[in-house]
């Protein structure tokens, strides 16, 4: 699939499970709205994140590079899909990243264990 139309493939895909989440808790912008600007991970990777609360942009870069994102606020947390995976990013410490590099830090982001962001 060309890359603007796969893009589009997955704003849609984002907006209708989003839009499926009827149970969803209320949004937090206020939460979320702490989180704008760079977030560092090991090795160089990092997550940026602009935009407002009704559409962030999420740039997650890995070691094959950075990867561009749409999120919605759902609660305190950002909701994104990638790779067809529904991922939510959340507010943790170093220790619930699960990733020894940053087990010392306090303001940190997780997607999942083993990936995770964190403020110097």
């Known amino acids: 699939m060309q890359r603007p139309m796969r893009n589009l493939a997955v704003a ?5 499970i989003l839009a499926g989440c009827s149970s969803a808790p ?8 702490q989180w704008l600007g760079r977030w560092n991970g090991p ?3 990092y997550l940026e994140i602009t935009g407002t609360p009704a559409d962030y942009r999420l740039t997650i870069a ?14 305190a947390k950002i909701v994104f899909v990638r790779d067809g995976v529904v991922e ?4 943790s410490d170093g220790e619930a990243t699960g990733m020894k590099w940053l ?5 940190c982001l997780t997607v999942r264990r ?7």
């Open 62 to 75: 890995d070691l094959d590079g950075p990867r561009r994102f749409v999120g919605r606020v759902q609660g």
């Open 26 to 33: 209320e949004p937090d912008p206020a939460q979320t709205e």
């Open 12 to 16: 849609l895909i984002t907006a209708a």
């Open 88 to 91: 939510t990013l959340s507010a």
């Open 103 to 107: 087990a010392d830090k306090h303001d």
């Open 43 to 45: 090795e160089g990777t």
């Open 114 to 120: 083993g990936e995770g962001y964190c403020r110097d």
